[in-house]
């Protein structure tokens, strides 16, 4: 096992067969820095010209096509008491006459971090309101591997092969599991959140510079369709789709999967907890593919 520093200098813009920055084996562990999603750094220099910046891709020695990448989150922290957000939903989260009569702009809303306290809190008040409070839960937005048949994807997306989840569930101390397509997997990481609502309808959460720590594993033959994932209290899969059902079903269908073909769980006994103890995020309504999880809690397999 061995501990990386990584100072990125180049990010990407996709996920795909890009060139490795850092050959890696199973059970190492990496420290890195992101920028924001529009490609400013702690500094507030800006040191990518595209939104979700990308860092990677991290080769993982070992790995194969049908191969899994397990990435575990030890930690993920803002890296900046600057955050923005966008002001309007989009029009995928109202409704049309809604929008319309809004006529939103891309409104920018500046928010101050404030480690200390665990909140964040709009730079300005508004009128009647002062300055509300939200606790900081810090997430990673983008995690993925280079997806399959050479595809180079934009960070905006996301599909079986991770990508802009946008999960609320990925913070320090989760893990998450990928389907391998390629040889090393090439992990991309990027988009650090300081908190984010539940489908991140403005299509911003609060955005800001992060650093994070992650551990990668190689899981050999790992028979994973659609990511997967881990925290103290539930154990969680992934759909992308539009319509949001679609990302449903195929959340639930990998969550059924999962069950019968790693826990060997009868499938009857399976879809019975299923049926009565699943809870589901709503993670992205913004994007091109929205992305749902769902979650079981884990005393249910205990």
Same mark, same amino acid.
Request: charged share 15%; hydrophobic share 40%; net charge negative.
């Given at each position: 096992?061995?501990?990386? /520093?990584?100072?990125?200098?180049?990010?990407?813009?996709?996920?795909?067969?890009?060139?490795?920055?850092?050959?890696?084996?199973?059970?190492?562990?990496?420290?890195?820095?992101?920028?924001?999603?529009?490609?400013?750094?702690?500094?507030?220099?800006?040191?990518?010209?595209?939104?979700?910046?990308?860092?990677?891709?991290?080769?993982? /020695?070992?790995?194969?096509?049908?191969?899994?990448?397990?990435?575990?989150?030890? /930690?993920?922290?803002? $890296?900046?008491?600057?955050?923005?957000?966008?002001?309007?939903?989009?029009?995928?989260? #109202?409704?049309?006459?809604?929008?319309?009569?809004?006529?939103?702009?891309?409104?920018?809303?500046?928010?101050?971090?404030?480690?200390?306290?665990? #909140? $964040?809190?709009?730079?300005?008040? $508004?009128?009647?309101?002062?300055?509300?409070?939200?606790?900081?839960?810090?997430? %990673?937005?983008?995690?993925? =591997?280079?997806?399959?048949?050479?595809?180079?994807?934009?960070?905006?997306?996301?599909?079986?092969?991770?990508?802009?989840?946008?999960?609320?569930?990925?913070?320090?101390?989760?893990?998450?599991?990928?389907?391998?397509?390629?040889?090393?997997?090439?992990?991309?990481?990027?988009?650090?959140?300081? $908190?984010?609502?539940?489908?991140?309808?403005?299509?911003?959460?609060?955005?800001?510079?992060?650093?994070?720590?992650?551990? =990668?594993?190689? %899981?050999?033959?790992?028979?994973?369709?659609?990511?997967?994932?881990?925290?103290?209290?539930?154990?969680?899969?992934?759909?992308?789709?539009?319509? !949001?059902?679609?990302? !449903?079903?195929?959340?639930?269908?990998?969550?059924?999967?999962?069950?019968?073909?790693?826990?060997?769980?009868?499938?009857?006994?399976?879809?019975?907890?299923?049926?009565?103890? #699943?809870?589901?995020?709503?993670?992205?309504? =913004?994007?091109?593919?929205?992305?749902?999880?769902?979650?079981?809690?884990?005393?249910? %397999?205990?």
């Amino acid at each position: 096992m061995t501990d990386y /520093e990584f100072h990125p200098s180049e990010w990407h813009p996709t996920f795909g067969r890009h060139t490795p920055v850092l050959h890696l084996h199973s059970g190492d562990n990496v420290t890195t820095h992101l920028p924001d999603a529009h490609g400013l750094d702690h500094l507030g220099s800006r040191v990518a010209d595209f939104s979700n910046p990308l860092v990677g891709p991290f080769f993982i /020695e070992g790995l194969s096509a049908g191969d899994g990448l397990s990435v575990t989150l030890n /930690e993920v922290a803002p $890296a900046s008491r600057r955050g923005w957000s966008y002001l309007y939903p989009t029009a995928a989260t #109202v409704e049309p006459s809604l929008y319309s009569l809004l006529l939103p702009e891309r409104t920018i809303t500046d928010w101050e971090v404030d480690l200390e306290a665990g #909140v $964040a809190r709009p730079s300005q008040s $508004a009128p009647g309101s002062g300055r509300p409070e939200i606790p900081l839960a810090p997430m %990673i937005g983008c995690l993925g =591997v280079a997806p399959a048949l050479s595809q180079a994807i934009s960070s905006y997306a996301s599909g079986s092969f991770g990508g802009n989840m946008d999960c609320p569930l990925l913070t320090a101390g989760c893990r998450v599991d990928l389907p391998v397509y390629v040889e090393g997997g090439l992990l991309f990481i990027g988009d650090c959140h300081a $908190a984010q609502s539940h489908g991140e309808i403005t299509g911003a959460a609060v955005e800001v510079p992060g650093r994070v720590r992650f551990t =990668v594993q190689a %899981i050999k033959n790992a028979g994973i369709t659609w990511p997967r994932g881990r925290n103290a209290d539930s154990l969680f899969t992934i759909g992308s789709g539009r319509p !949001l059902d679609i990302a !449903l079903q195929r959340a639930t269908s990998e969550m059924i999967r999962w069950l019968t073909l790693e826990f060997q769980v009868d499938k009857g006994i399976a879809c019975l907890w299923m049926g009565q103890g #699943v809870r589901y995020v709503i993670s992205n309504a =913004v994007n091109e593919l929205g992305t749902v999880a769902c979650l079981l809690p884990r005393h249910l %397999i205990e």
